[in-house]
């Protein structure tokens, strides 16, 4: 059974830090996302890699970069933390970059608050 | 461009009562459709999902969707839901040019 690990439920964090939300997943999958979760928007996709060292910008990706240093590690990282990027962050993975041929693996998620 | 609406973001069911969770989506060419399924505190998993054939299809757990071409429309229904079915479920949709696009969820209470 594919397992995506967020390594944090909960992140409270100070305005203007530099955080990182790490993922790993242990199917070797080719393919990881980062998404944010809020109430009455749904799921928004920030950036994904469908590599090593490779990584595409989604449809939010301001205030936001990643890093794919290994298949099974996708980190999202906040250069300087704003209170707007207070969140719930999920991480997914999927065999094949093609949506319909292979469904997205979440993880738990990660709750940050930035105050 | 495709997109994807739900019209309830959330829907009140008493136990053992059906359930209908809409959807309905735009595109301008063929789509796939999805339906993720989030528990309290747990990441999303695939409920099911329509590629191509039957139009009606079946999740393990009594769920059923129908894709409806002339109504762009995929809508979710259970005939008797249960304490174990509230979750917030996402519809989505793809097409051969890889992206997923989720709705915006619909919240499912059951009441006692």
């Known amino acids: 059974d594919v397992k995506v690990t967020q390594s944090s439920r909960y992140l409270v964090k100070r305005t203007g830090e530099k955080v990182f939300l790490e993922c790993v997943q242990d199917?070797?999958?080719?393919?990881m996302f980062w998404y944010r979760q809020d109430p009455g928007l749904g799921l928004r996709l920030i950036y994904f890699?469908?590599?090593?060292?490779?990584?595409e910008k989604g449809d939010i990706p301001e205030g936001y970069s990643v890093s794919r240093e290994k298949k099974e590690r996708f980190s999202l990282i906040l250069e300087s933390a704003s209170t707007n990027q207070t969140s719930m962050y999920l991480c997914?993975?999927?065999?094949?970059?093609?949506?319909?041929?292979?469904?997205?693996?979440f993880g738990n998620g990660t709750r940050l608050t930035v105050t | 461009a495709q997109s994807v609406t739900q019209l309830d973001s959330q829907v009140p069911v008493f136990e053992e009562a059906p359930v209908e969770l809409r959807c309905n989506y735009s595109?301008?060419?063929?789509?796939?459709l999805f339906w993720y399924v989030q528990y309290p505190n747990q990441g999303l998993q695939l409920l099911l999902k329509?590629?191509?054939?039957?139009?009606l299809v079946e999740s393990i757990n009594g769920f059923e969707a129908e894709f409806n071409k002339s109504q762009t429309s995929f809508h979710l229904r259970k005939p008797s839901v249960h304490i174990s079915d509230t979750a917030e479920y996402f519809c989505?949709?793809?097409?051969?040019?890889?992206?997923?696009?989720f709705g915006k969820g619909t919240r499912l209470h059951i009441l006692p």
């Open positions: 329509y590629l191509s054939g039957s139009t």
């Open positions: 595109s301008s060419v063929s789509v796939y």
């Open positions: 890699s469908y590599d090593v060292k490779m990584k």
């Open positions: 199917m070797d999958h080719e393919n």
């Open positions: 989505a949709v793809s097409n051969r040019d890889d992206k997923i696009i």
């Open positions: 997914a993975s999927s065999l094949d970059h093609r949506a319909y041929n292979s469904p997205l693996h």
